[in-house]
């Protein structure tokens, strides 16, 4: 069994990515014990993703660069047992940024529409501000 990294969602649930029964998301509810997991197409392309809640129902993560060294941002809307992956963008990270020292894109979300990602796709490891002009449906 391995937890890799997790968010709260709310008082009670949290979102995870780890390999509980196989590898993939988790939604998990510590009130009444339910539990949905879930895979995306492109979380194939990395072992693992870093969740962080948007809003109820609406999820920010990401994947670890893949072998065409590509990080990928995602948002996922849950509906019940229903998930719609929606890819946001895609960053080339360098070799420069490789193994131990891979960058990997960390969501953290401020606002619905405004949130922050890690990345080393200009040769250089920054922090920056991501402002989406519209509202994720």
Known sequence: MVISHYNWLSDDSIILWGDLQKPGYYIINFQNSNFLNFSCRYIS?????????????????DTYPGKDRHSTLLSLHIREDIVHEHKILSLYQPMKFNRERRVDLHPRVFKENLYYIDSGHTGKRRLYTVIQNEKFS
């Open 45 to 61: 392309a990395g072992p693992d993703g870093h969740p962080s809640a948007i809003s109820d129902g609406l999820i920010l993560t």
